[in-house]
């Protein structure tokens, strides 16, 4: 028996009656990335039910799928045709869905090579503020004042709209795929990754655990092993790339809070306390560390880049500089006039 089911009115007249009662709505779907952000007081908007995959041609390399579609169920049939999620969005929980992964916009070990979550949506439809379905992207409707509304809802954790589909561009997977584990220290792969950055190698996910680099090759078979004989190291059959993307490495327990650090890939090795864990070839670092949010916070910023704190709270969003944030209440404004969506998850006046 199938569980598809088209929810898209009865979500709609959810929000209408939230918008004539002035109710604010806190939306989500398995609520497997609430660590992140604020915490929202609003009637609850399950978007679950809402679900299945609307249309899908591999020869296309487009998926449409219904946002409360869980991201298992997505991956499978990619899978069933030699396809994949290039972002390799993390799930973080069972029952992720394909909403949550764009509201989230959370991208995996192979972000740097691959793109975003937001590279990948083509086009969206979404239930604004003014209490209309609306439908946005190359086929009918791009933007709305200025705005690519289907790419800003990705990271935007429901704060613009309710989404209810999503289309995705999506890719072949890789003929081959072979891991590496190369003992060396953080400082002697930092400057390995950046020779190797400016070198035509088939590097899809890099990541350093304190001991080792871990290299993951793709592509060719043919360049892949001429890589693999290059770089040398030993030849990984464990699912270090998934239990990285999915937090399930021994470094991410813990008591300690839990950082992800967004850095310019050449960055030195921080001086912080607590355990670091190297991602993304340098552009990401992962912390537990007791060290006071500040601290992290300056830090981060004198290197060029910001951190965000992975638990529930005032912590769990960057500072945005004042004109930026302008964007932001403007943005907010034109879609979300009452306030109606996840009030303040992000910012406290958004």
């Not at 350093?208 to 993951?216: F, I, K, N, P």
């Not at 021994?250 to 030195?268: D, K, M, V, Y």
């Not at 070839?281 to 916070?297: E, V």
């Amino acid at each position: 028996m199938s569980l598809d089911r088209d929810m898209s009115q009865d979500l709609l007249e959810q929000v209408n009656q939230a918008l004539n009662l002035n109710t604010p709505l806190r939306i989500q779907g398995s609520n497997s990335k609430a660590m992140l952000g604020r915490p929202v007081v609003g009637e609850l908007v399950d978007t679950r039910g809402h679900r299945g995959i609307v249309s899908y041609d591999p020869t296309e390399l487009v998926l449409t799928a219904r946002a409360g579609t869980p991201l298992q169920e997505i991956e499978a049939a990619l899978f069933e045709a030699g396809q994949m999620l290039p972002c390799e969005p993390p799930h973080l929980g069972a029952g992720a869905t394909l909403g949550g992964m764009v509201a989230a916009g959370l991208s995996g070990p192979r972000r740097p090579w691959a793109g975003s979550v937001r590279d990948y949506v083509l086009g969206t439809r979404v239930i604004t503020g003014h209490g209309k379905l609306l439908r946005f992207g190359g086929e009918v409707m791009k933007n709305v004042a200025g705005y690519d509304v289907s790419r800003l809802m990705a990271g935007s954790f429901g704060c613009l709209g309710l989404l209810t589909e999503v289309s995705l561009k999506v890719l072949p997977r890789p003929r081959q795929c072979l891991s590496l584990r190369l003992p060396m220290d953080r400082h002697q792969a930092l400057a390995e990754l950046a020779e190797w950055g400016q070198q035509p190698l088939p590097i899809s996910a890099a990541c350093h655990d304190g001991e080792a680099l871990y290299l993951r090759l793709e592509g060719g078979e043919g360049s892949v092993q001429s890589a693999r004989q290059r770089l040398g190291g030993d030849v990984l059959d464990n699912p270090f790339w998934s239990d990285l993307r999915e937090q399930r490495l021994a470094f991410f327990e813990g008591p300690e809070p839990l950082w992800r650090l967004s850095l310019p890939i050449a960055t030195a090795e921080l001086d912080l306390p607590g355990r670091q864990l190297i991602d993304w070839g340098g552009a990401q670092r992962w912390l537990k560390s007791n060290a006071p949010a500040t601290a992290i916070r300056e830090l981060a910023a004198k290197a060029g880049g910001h951190a965000i704190g992975y638990a529930q709270g005032e912590h769990s969003s960057a500072p945005l500089p004042a004109a930026l944030m302008r964007y932001h209440h403007a943005l907010k404004q034109q879609l979300d006039p009452q306030g109606l969506f996840n009030p303040g998850r992000l910012y406290p006046d958004l």
